[in-house]
């Protein structure tokens, strides 16, 4: 069974910076598209940006290109979101996702994490 595991989650000021890290675990890493998702309170989840398994090809909602960059480091079967430039509106639980599919839609990601919390507040 595939685990996620989201972390660096934390309050941070508008303008600032966060890293996120997604553990994973149980199956061949590289061989899985990832994803971030993030919803927040009273709002349906929405699709951030993702990596394919076989080529690296990256893709970004809108609202976060140009600030967010994902990436992967297969020899440590993690994932990370680099967040910049944070703003209010990004406040929200980040979860990780896993497609064994090389550009999945959101109902065909496999596995999810639990995510983890990032406020951007002053």
């Known amino acids: 069974q595939v685990q996620l595991v989201e972390s660096g989650g934390a309050l941070v000021q508008p303008g600032g910076s966060l890293r996120l890290s997604c553990a994973f675990s149980?199956?061949?890493?590289?061989?899985?598209?990832m994803g971030w998702f993030r919803q927040a309170p009273g709002k349906e989840r929405e699709f951030v940006t993702s990596i394919s398994w076989w080529n690296s090809r990256t893709r970004y909602a809108d609202s976060v290109k140009d600030r967010f960059t994902i990436s992967r480091d297969n020899a440590k079967n993690t994932v990370y979101l680099q967040m910049n430039s944070l703003r209010p509106e990004d406040t929200a639980v980040y979860s990780c996702a896993a497609a064994h599919r090389s550009i999945p839609n959101e109902d065909e990601y496999d596995y999810w994490g639990q995510g983890t919390r990032v406020t951007v507040s002053s």
């Open positions: 149980g199956r061949t890493f590289d061989e899985y598209t």
